[in-house]
Antibody
Framework: EVQLVESGGGLVQPGGSLRLSCAASGFTFSSYAMHWVRQAPGKGLEYVSAISSNGGSTYYANSVKGRFTISRDNSKNTLYLQMGSLRAEDMAVYYC??????????????WGQGTLVTVSS | EIVLTQSPATLSLSPGERATLSCRASQSVSSYLAWYQQKPGQAPRLLIYDASNRATGIPARFSGSGSGTDFTLTISSLEPEDFAVYYCQQRSNWGTFGQGTKVEIK
């Protein structure tokens, strides 16, 4: 069974930093591209970032470009999102999701339960 | 950026009725469109991929159609567990989501 478990969310002040993690199990992590998708309270879904299976290709939404960095450690079956210069509008539930294959197809078939990031002073 | 517009924003129906949800793209996305269902406090669940293909384990009452800029998700006969928010998502040019359609009990 595919499992994606996010962690690292919490309360951070505006301008602060946070690193999210997503622990994957139940599939060959190194064979799949992975994504971060967020959802602000009461709002819709927004793609944040994506990374190919070997880390060679990445994608960032314009809203986070230059502030967030996606990475992965295939030896630990873990996906990361390093978030910096956080703003109030970054407050959201952040979901980790699995793509359909190694490349960035932007097709998310399995999702974690999410971790909440709150940006407030 | 490709913008997806979903309509209606809210659909009020009774169990057993047919639900028809629309998603329109600002430019052609070919057949690269998916539909997700989200219930309160839960992660989205993939229902339909590439416009008309049901994901694994999705009941046959869910069907998708369309290509280019106009797409439809149809739920043939609403079950109590189908009342939720539905999002469309394109992957023709990176990825964007529609704003969602809430299917509520009338």
């Amino acid at each position: 069974e595919v499992q994606l478990v996010e962690s690292g969310g919490g309360l951070v002040q505006p301008g602060g930093s946070l690193r999210l993690s997503c622990a994957a199990s139940g599939f060959t992590f190194s064979s799949y591209a992975m994504h971060w998708v967020r959802q602000a309270p009461g709002k819709g879904l927004e793609y944040v970032s994506a990374i190919s299976s070997n880390g060679g290709s990445t994608y960032y939404a314009n809203s986070v470009k230059g502030r967030f960095t996606i990475s992965r450690d295939n030896s630990k079956n873990t996906l990361y999102l390093q978030m910096g210069s956080l703003r109030a509008e970054d407050m959201a539930v952040y979901y980790c999701a699995r793509d359909t294959g190694p490349a960035l197809e932007m097709a998310t078939i399995d999702w974690g339960q999410g971790t909440l990031v709150t940006v407030s002073s | 950026e490709i913008v997806l517009t979903q309509s209606p924003a809210t659909l009020s129906l009774s169990p057993g009725e047919r639900a028809t949800l629309s998603c329109r793209a600002s430019q052609s996305v070919s057949s690269y469109l998916a539909w997700y269902q989200q219930k309160p406090g839960q992660a989205p669940r993939l229902l339909i991929y590439d416009a008309s293909n049901r994901a694994t384990g999705i009941p046959a009452r869910f069907s998708g159609s369309g290509s280019g800029t106009d797409f439809t998700l149809t739920i043939s006969s609403l079950e109590p567990e189908d009342f939720a928010v539905y999002y469309c998502q394109q992957r023709s040019n990176w990825g964007t989501f529609g704003q969602g359609t809430k299917v509520e009990i009338k």
